[in-house]
């Protein structure tokens, strides 16, 4: 009996930690499952994912620059996915309508409450950035319930407009959007959305938002300490932690969502530290 044939999507994609993830999730579940790489030409996004499911692929997932592209693709969206305004999973219906799920905001709650022991109810958490990799995770975040959400960017329009959009579920949280330079006073738990660490960059916030015990989260991962939460320690903070749990999180939701099975995955994010 041949695997079910899956695939991450993106350009470039080589560096792409997907395929390892899933075949680790597959070995752990006994899931018949092949996963792969595809690098989609910039122009033709939508050809490729049409030729995949053509030839009996049965999901996607996504990643830059085509997770709006997904979104926009796809006949039907999940709730998740219509807030976010993006898409990391593609799959097909039983009528073969292509379906938009969104499991990052998921990825990083689960990580960083299960794995990670935060606590975000009734917290002031500080989101960095107003992209889509912030918008991906807004809905979880706010359904945390924390007493204060703050989203902070360097343009502060953006902000607004994502808070703006989530307004109508923040519930009891109090939720505003600020400039960079704006938070002053240390939060519980700060998260970095931004992409300022891959290129070793800061976003020019006050040392003053970082108390004894903050946490810190960066979204982005790395085999060495990524360069904001080194700040962050630099200043204070109790705990800091990358976006890998995020990252094998979101992909464990994925497997659910395609193979009706959640995967464990403590192994293999200490697989991956260690690979």
Same mark, same amino acid.
């Given at each position: ?9 993106? $350009? ?9 993830? $899933? ?110 990799? %912030? ?79 903050? %946490? ?40 659910? %969502? ?18």
């Amino acid at each position: 009996m041949s695997n079910d044939l899956y695939a991450v999507i993106g $350009h470039p994609v080589s560096h792409s930690k997907s395929p390892r993830i $899933h075949s680790l999730f597959a070995e752990q579940t006994g899931e018949s499952v092949e996963y792969t790489a595809i690098q989609a030409p910039l122009e033709d996004f939508e050809g490729t994912v049409r030729h995949f499911f053509e030839q009996g692929g049965r999901g996607l997932n996504v990643t830059v620059p085509f997770k709006e592209q997904a979104w926009a693709l796809a006949y039907r969206r999940t709730e998740r996915a219509e807030k976010a305004g993006a898409a990391n999973t593609l799959f097909q219906d039983q009528d073969g309508a292509l379906v938009a799920d969104n499991t990052d905001g998921c990825g990083i709650v689960r990580d960083l409450v299960n794995n990670h022991g935060v606590d975000l109810a009734g917290k002031r958490i500080l989101v960095l950035g107003a992209g889509g990799a %912030v918008r991906g995770v807004l809905g979880p975040l706010l359904a945390e319930h924390p007493s204060e959400l703050v989203l902070a960017n360097r343009t502060l329009s953006r902000a607004e407009t994502l808070a703006a959009l989530f307004a109508p579920e923040a519930d009891e949280t109090r939720l505003t959007a600020c400039g960079f330079d704006q938070p002053d006073s240390p939060f519980d738990v700060i998260i970095n959305g931004t992409s300022a660490s891959l290129k070793g960059d800061l976003p020019p916030l006050s040392p003053n938002v970082i108390g004894d015990g903050t %946490v810190v989260y960066d979204m982005m991962y790395s085999l060495q300490t990524t360069t904001f939460n080194q700040w962050a320690l630099e200043h204070g903070a109790s705990q800091v932690f990358d976006g890998l749990g995020m990252l094998v999180e979101q992909a464990a939701e994925s497997f659910r %969502v395609w193979r009706g099975v959640l995967p464990g995955t403590a192994a293999v994010i200490e697989t991956l530290r260690t690979d």
